[in-house]
Antibody, heavy 118, light 110 residues
Framework: QVDLQESGPGLVKPSETLSLTCTVS??????????WGWIRQPPGKGLEWIGT???????NYTPSLRGRVAISVATSMNQFSLRLSFVTAADTAVYYC??????????WGQGTLVTVSS | QSVLTQPPSVSAAPGQKVTISCSGS????????VSWYQQLPGTAPKLLIF???KRPSGIPDRFSGSRSGTSATLGITGLQTGDEADYYC???????????FGGGTKVTVL
């Protein structure tokens, strides 16, 4: 069983940077078999893929956030992180960390609500 | 506007069957495996179907998946009140090199 747990501030001010960490147990973030990523869900809306980090540190991001988003891995802690800069109210959402394969998201974190407000 | 198109809602009586469609294109559903997710109220999505029609351990065979061309379908038979949830399809889009989801379908048990 793979478990993922998001952590980070629940409130971020506009124009500041949102930072979240995902702690993984039951699998290694440094393995080559899977990808690790972030997906968000604005209140009352659908799922939006943010981006993914692959073995070796290669990343892929949704075009709508490219330039503001960065995903990184801390292999010694078995964690990976999300940074989203210059946030606005439109970035308010539940943020999920997840394990992905080429066409499946097989494990999800429980999600954490991040509100952007002054 | 989601890349994959799902109906906003479907409904049926307990014990009946519902189907949820997911329409895409050659670069996503037409050329990559499709997966389906169930999101119960207030919870994280859970994998329901992967590689078009495979069920993870613990998912009952009341749930099934299929694909025809650039569309995929999720079927739920023997509908139960516990099946009331939002359902999402998802896959990789090879053209844009990004993961894409449908807009979600709310299943209501009448």
């Amino acid at each position: 069983q793979v478990d993922l747990q998001e952590s980070g501030p629940g409130l971020v001010k506009p124009s500041e940077t949102l930072s979240l960490t995902c702690t993984v147990s039951g699998a290694s973030v440094s393995g080559s078999s899977y990808y690790w990523g972030w997906i968000r869900q604005p209140p009352g809306k659908g799922l939006e893929w943010i981006g993914t980090i692959y073995y070796g540190g290669r990343t892929n991001y949704t075009p709508s956030l490219r330039g503001r988003v960065a995903i990184s891995v801390a292999t010694s802690m078995n964690q990976f992180s999300l940074r989203l800069s210059f946030v606005t109210a439109a970035d308010t959402a539940v943020y999920y960390c997840a394990r992905l394969d080429i066409a499946v998201v097989d494990f999800w974190g429980q999600g954490t609500l991040v509100t952007v407000s002054s | 506007q989601s890349v994959l198109t799902q109906p906003p809602s479907v409904s049926a009586a307990p014990g009946q069957k519902v189907t949820i469609s997911c329409s895409g294109s050659d670069s996503n559903i037409g050329s990559n495996f499709v997966s389906w997710y169930q999101q119960l109220p207030g919870t994280a999505p859970k994998l329901l179907i992967f590689e078009i029609n495979k069920r993870p351990s613990g998912i009952p065979d009341r749930f099934s998946g299929s694909r025809s061309g650039t569309s995929a379908t999720l079927g739920i038979t023997g509908l139960q009140t516990g099946d009331e949830a939002d359902y999402y399809c998802g896959t990789w889009d090879s053209l844009s090199a990004q993961w894409v989801f449908g807009g979600g379908t709310k299943v209501t048990v009448l």
